[in-house]
């Protein structure tokens, strides 16, 4: 089999395409004849040496695959062989073929192909966890979407759409018509505009019930203050500890230094709430994310769950896919595709 393997911490061109025996299943496993691999930001961190979950290179890294079911181990029922399948994988990704438990693996639904189905998993179950499950968003609500163009931006619009709330979206304006053709409500352009000021002028000063933020430090105090009453903030990610020049562990330092400590007084006074999410640490708990798949996947069906592919690249060009995601270029995923 090919893998895409992190030779070291570093640029893109630290990844290197490897030659490696096929994996076997074990008992309760699957092998997959991987089609798509989708392309997370947590892989690019993993890249960067700022992923402490990662494994130290020489490592594969990715969390989602699509393909067919080659082979069955052990307790599996055959059944299964043939089938076209989303995977959640740890790590072990980035490669075109894969074994994963059965446990995690989920049929793809009729309308999809492998590149849509590769989009799900990471980006709808993160989307999900932090609007139905943590923010509690309901009809009628409103919620601001930060990185609104982004893999779990895409998500979070349809989900949020589905459940009737008004949306408010951070993106470049660039990407403001596409947002707006898929439904987003108010469009804001963070480049050029205060979003906290922008909020609070379409809000008539109250702010929003939910608000999602990937970005980290300081800017978690921003998305605080856009909150109204009752008002829940929804962290995922820190991808501001990519924007600084420093070494990895002064980018760090800042990043501590920068992240705000909320206190149980003030949250009560404020009746406000704070929450956060990592997908990447939620293994144990397959029942809960096998019942989130499932209702994701019937939304594919129904036609609320829309996964946009911005581009594919070829297994062998992983790098220049992690290039054009840390250019801010794609509006949705970016997957690999073996061609196999």
């Known amino acids: 089999m090919k893998q895409i393997v992190i030779t070291k911490h570093g640029d893109p061109d630290v990844l290197e395409i490897k030659e490696r025996k096929d994996p076997q299943p074990s008992a309760g496993e699957v092998l997959i004849k991987v089609k798509a691999i989708g392309v997370n930001f947590a892989d690019i961190l993993a890249r960067k040496g700022l992923y402490p979950d990662a494994p130290k290179p020489p490592c594969v890294v990715g969390y989602e695959v699509s393909g067919t079911v080659e082979t069955a181990g ?182 501590i230094a920068q992240t705000p400590r909320y206190s149980p007084l003030e949250l009560m006074n404020a009746n406000k709430s704070v929450f956060g999410v990592n997908l990447g640490h939620m293994w144990n708990e397959r029942d809960k994310i096998g019942g989130w798949m499932q209702e994701i996947l019937k939304g594919v069906e129904e036609g609320w769950v829309r996964p946009h592919v911005d581009r594919a690249f070829p297994l062998e060009r992983a790098g220049e896919a992690h290039a054009y995601i840390e250019a801010r270029k794609n509006i949705g995923k970016v997957v690999l595709v073996t061609g196999g």
């Open 74 to 255: 052990p307790g599996v029922d055959s059944s299964i062989l043939g089938s076209a399948v989303i995977a959640l994988t740890r790590f072990n990704g980035y490669a075109d073929r894969v074994c994963v438990s059965e446990k995690a693996v989920f049929r793809i639904p009729d309308p999809l192909d492998f590149e849509r189905a590769a989009a799900i998993p990471v980006n709808y179950l993160t989307a999900y966890q932090l609007l139905h499950v943590m923010g509690g968003l309901k009809k009628g609500e409103s919620v601001l979407i930060h990185n609104a163009g982004g893999g779990v931006g895409l998500a979070a619009l349809d989900i949020s759409l589905h459940l009737e709330a008004t949306t408010y979206g951070t993106s470049s304006v660039g990407k403001h018509r596409f947002l707006m053709q898929r439904g987003l409500n108010y469009p804001i352009d963070y480049r050029n505009q205060d979003f906290l000021s922008s909020i609070m002028s379409l809000t008539g000063g109250k702010g929003v019930e939910v608000v999602l933020d990937p970005i980290g430090g300081r800017h978690w105090k921003k998305s605080y203050r856009a909150l109204r009453s009752t008002g829940r903030l929804g962290m995922f990610g820190v991808s501001t500890v990519t924007d600084s020049t420093m070494g990895r562990l002064f980018q760090f330092i800042k990043l």
